[in-house]
């Protein structure tokens, strides 16, 4: 039987499993925000760590960046 690494890298696959899923979360919580303007403010996150070697910590990055830009405009 194959030893799993659990330590490996992310790779595209699954970083882009963990940002779909940031975008469900804030999706739910920003309800009035349409998903594609979210997605957007998503991607444009994620376009800040374009040459970022390491990646796995960039869907928590990127959830905690949206959530500082959305949370002043769900109050208005």
Do not use: C, W
Request: hydrophobic share 45%; net charge negative.
């Amino acid at each position: 039987m194959d030893h799993v690494d659990e330590t490996r890298a992310m790779d595209h696959v699954d970083e882009t499993r963990a940002l779909e899923s940031v975008i469900d979360r804030l999706a739910q919580q920003y309800a009035p925000i349409p998903r594609a303007e979210i997605a957007a403010i998503v991607r444009h996150e994620v376009d800040k760590f374009s040459g970022a070697p390491i990646r796995d910590h960039i869907p928590a990055l990127v959830e905690h960046a949206v959530h500082e830009v959305l949370a002043p405009i769900s109050l208005v």
